[in-house]
């Protein structure tokens, strides 16, 4: 079922919703009240669902069209749709970690208050780039590499959020970007590594074997949740996190992710794997921003509502068959 925000203006404490409704993907609360709350696994199912539904067609075009340059084994057996649909169903899940509840706790401002989840793609990206070092099945390997990447991405466009700006060498001339600064840069990758260590808890577990995994349609679906899970119980994963970080950031902002490449297929391979990363976040970003237009969120940016619009039109048959537009 589709649903929208959830709207309680003055019935129940901005906190106390927060907190019994935990985990979010968006509140909005003023004098003391919520207006506006949204759980997480709405947001997540919705944003799958449009991502697998409006442009399922469009990604097996993409598919083909990659595989008539690069005809590879791991490439002709990958589901592309079925991914897109799982980078939907996860894309948000660090916004669960625990560190973000305690910090929008200890920040609440009861008179006008939204909750803040400073770089939380980064922490399910970093901890999907792990589970790939040690995966031996190639086909495996390769879908959590693309799901790694692809979530990392869908807040590029915000300031210093691109993984090639956050994590890339600060003297590279990737970083272009005028809004560039170098605390903005540090602050941005310390809540990432303090918000990562909240991912491993029994109650994100929890919610990952209760909830999420039922919106699982396909045993790859089912093998990254048990994946993730088995991640997440891991207490020597969490206590050496810190140590591995630059090989899982230099994992997430390189495209040398399909193994046995010859060395003449090298650089057509990175190319289409750049290819596939960079169409797959776009719809990503598209499914995500039309879930939160559908959610009632309120926004000052009118940039992304100006795109919004536009995604609306031109998506609207598509979207009317899903049950979003009436």
Request: charge should be positive; charged fraction near 30%.
């Amino acid at each position: 079922m589709l649903r929208e925000g959830v709207r309680v203006k003055n019935m129940m404490g901005c906190i106390e919703v927060i907190k019994s409704k935990w985990p979010l993907a968006y509140a909005k609360c003023s004098k003391g009240s919520i207006d506006t709350y949204v759980k997480l696994l709405d947001h997540s199912e919705l944003t799958a669902r449009i991502i697998q539904y409006v442009f399922n067609d469009r990604i097996e075009v993409l598919k083909k069209s990659i595989l008539r340059v690069l005809p590879l084994q791991e490439l002709k057996e990958l589901d592309m749709v079925e991914v897109s649909y799982i980078a939907g169903l996860i894309h948000d899940l660090g916004k669960a970690s625990s560190y973000y509840l305690e910090k929008n706790i200890k920040e609440y401002d009861e008179v006008k208050f939204e909750l803040s989840f400073l770089g939380h793609e980064h922490l399910i990206s970093l901890i999907l780039s792990r589970i790939a070092i040690d995966e031996v099945d190639t086909k495996f390997k390769l879908i959590y590499d693309l799901l790694a990447k692809i979530i990392s991405r869908h807040h590029s466009a915000m300031v210093l959020r691109h993984p090639l700006t956050l994590w890339g060498n600060t003297s590279s001339n990737l970083i272009t970007d005028i809004r560039y600064s170098k605390k903005g840069l540090e602050l941005i990758r310390n809540e990432v590594k303090k918000a990562v260590l909240g991912m491993f808890n029994t109650s994100i577990i929890n919610y990952v074997i209760n909830d999420l995994s039922k919106l699982c349609r396909s045993n790859i679906c089912v093998k990254i949740i048990n994946d993730f899970i088995r991640e997440l119980e891991d207490h020597e994963v969490r206590d050496s996190f810190s140590k591995v970080l630059s090989d899982l950031t230099r994992r997430l902002t390189s495209f040398e992710v399909i193994g046995g490449v010859s060395k003449s297929l090298r650089d057509r391979a990175e190319l289409m794997i750049y290819k596939l990363v960079s169409t797959l976040s776009g719809f990503l970003i598209i499914a995500d921003n039309l879930a939160a237009q559908f959610e009632c969120r309120d926004s000052d940016d009118r940039s992304s509502k100006l795109y919004v619009e536009y995604w609306l039109r031109e998506l609207k048959d598509r979207l009317l068959g899903l049950g979003i537009l009436k």
